[in-house]
């Protein structure tokens, strides 16, 4: 089969909103720029994204705990990370038209690069609004990313609050109680997974850049001087992790980012990116932080981050490594990577399936399909059961029975509207690998036919031994 063609974003948000995988935020109320949210599909896939992460980061390694810290944190958290003094994108705004632009996002959309200055921004020669052609545009100015609120009943100065814009900083600050409650001994991680929230100028490509999203992060704290080989060796996990839940290593990229482009404490950094239809973006920074955040925090709170090596009887502050993902874009990345238009030959006959040309109909004996291949693993729903036909109480009865068994192993779903092909196009369309049908045959000799999503072969099994074949198909995962 030909590469897909590209997809639109339009095609996918209609899909995504069509089956419940996303909704615009307030809808009702005309929605809210740059919030966005899961219908049950999509609160299913998320949540296997999450704890797929967890089981592979946090679970199944004996060198990493796991944290759950508050949204809203002590503003000093906040000056010791530097988000109060730094955390700002530049913004200009256009004096025709009034549009307002991340400035760096408007020069690179005209093959230009924001010029840095002493005193912070200047857009370069030529640069226009995108929106209506002017050049009249404002110098760019520092706009804070941080949501401010209010802790208790009096709005003044003292209480103000924030809500955090990543969760990799309530780890820092207690990284000394984890160490004194979970026994680790550095090398050892803090993996958090939530909300974060940042009033980003210009949210845009769907979920992609929002305002309030979440993150997954691992704070790994090493010896000072193994940075390296500890940045190396994450760096590849983190890639070998995204094909573990389908992404294709061609459409997975690191960018290594050149030392001019590294913050001043950091010593490596790596972001791995897809290739989504609107370009290649970052899912995930993978960043060598030295002891930047430790050493703040110590500076700031006048509590000790050291560590002593009972080995080596040394102190140190430990250094950081940090990989740091987003729930939302990874997701986006899998719909996005999932999404297949096909033509089949008609009556789920088998034969070979054609890749469907955008505005075409199906050739004559071939009917359109609509399928997202998400592995099996992250699949929001993993089982669908049906009867042959619904108005035989024997065939309903023994069906229901199987998907009682079936749920208590998986996410499953029934169904028995309608004709059977109709069925298997409804779940398809949404991703779920794989469907049970039960038919006479069952009820004689408890044997049910099991259809494969993306091959659509089917194969009949005794029921006794579907759980084995549906875990097996499981782990497997997907064919490059
Ligand atoms: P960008 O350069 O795209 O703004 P960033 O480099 O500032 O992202 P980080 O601060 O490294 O992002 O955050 C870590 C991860 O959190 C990102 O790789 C991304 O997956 C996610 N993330 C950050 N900002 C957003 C956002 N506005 N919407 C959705 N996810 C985000």
């Known amino acids: 089969m030909s590469a897909s063609p590209v997809l639109s974003m339009e095609t996918l948000a209609s899909l995504c909103k069509r089956r419940g995988f996303i909704f615009q935020s ?24 999450r704890e797929a ?34 955390f700002a994108d ?69 209480s103000v609050a924030y809500l955090r ?19 680790q001994k550095v090398p050892f991680g803090i993996a958090q997974i939530g909300k974060a929230f940042r009033n980003e100028i210009n949210p845009r490509n769907y979920t992609f850049r929002s305002r309030e999203f979440e993150q997954m992060e691992l704070e790994f704290f090493v010896k000072p001087g193994t940075d390296q080989q500890w940045h190396d060796y994450w760096v590849e996990e983190r890639m070998k992790w995204y094909h573990s839940i389908g992404l294709p290593k061609a459409s997975i990229t690191k960018y290594v980012y050149p030392k001019e482009e590294l913050a001043h404490y950091a010593s490596a950094c790596v972001d791995v990116m897809y290739a989504f239809p609107f370009g290649v973006q970052e899912l995930e920074g993978i960043a060598a932080r030295g ?57 789920d006959k088998g034969g070979a399936v054609l890749l469907a040309e955008p505005g075409k109909q199906a050739p004559e004996g071939y009917e359109a399909r609509t399928v997202m291949r998400f592995a099996p693993r992250i699949a929001p729903i993993k089982v669908a059961v049906f009867p042959l036909l619904k108005n035989k109480p024997e065939l309903v009865q023994k069906t229901r029975d199987l ?42 000799d408890d044997t049910v036919t099991l259809r494969d999503r993306d091959t659509m072969q089917q194969v009949r099994l005794p029921i006794g031994k579907l759980l084995d074949e549906i875990n097996t198909r499981i782990e497997a995962g997907m064919p490059e």
């Open 26 to 49: 307030s809808e009702i109320y005309g929605g809210l720029n740059g919030f966005w949210d899961y219908g049950p599909l999509g609160c299913e896939l998320k949540r296997n994204v």
């Open 53 to 86: 992460w967890w089981r592979d980061m946090v679970l199944h390694r004996e060198d990493v705990v796991g944290l759950d810290c508050s949204i809203i944190m002590h503003p000093r958290v906040w000056e010791a990370s530097g988000h109060i003094g730094g």
């Open 90 to 158: 530049p913004m200009a705004d256009c004096r025709q038209c009034k549009k307002r632009f991340r400035a760096d996002q408007l020069c690179e959309e005209q093959g230009l690069k924001l010029i840095k200055t002493e005193k912070g921004f200047a857009l370069p020669e030529g640069t226009q609004c995108t929106a209506c052609g002017s050049k009249e545009l404002t110098e760019p100015r520092a706009f804070n990313l941080m949501f401010k609120t209010f802790v208790g009943p009096v709005e003044d100065e003292s």
């Open 165 to 183: 814009p990543e969760t990799a900083q309530g780890i820092f600050a207690q990284f000394a109680n984890v160490l004194a409650t979970s026994r």
């Open 291 to 347: 002891d930047f955040d430790l050493s703040r925090h110590q500076q700031f709170s006048n509590k000790s981050m050291e560590y002593f090596d009972p080995d080596t009887q040394e102190k140190f502050i430990p250094h950081v490594v940090e990989p740091s993902a987003g729930v939302d874009r990874i997701t986006l990345a899998l719909l996005c990577n999932a999404y297949r238009e096909e033509w089949l030959p008609q009556g």
């Open 403 to 444: 998907f009682t068994l079936l749920r208590r192993h998986w996410n499953c779903f029934y169904d028995q509207a309608g004709a059977i092909g109709r069925r298997y196009r409804r779940q398809d369309e949404i991703g779920t690998p794989f469907g049970v049908t039960v038919d006479f045959q069952t009820l004689t």
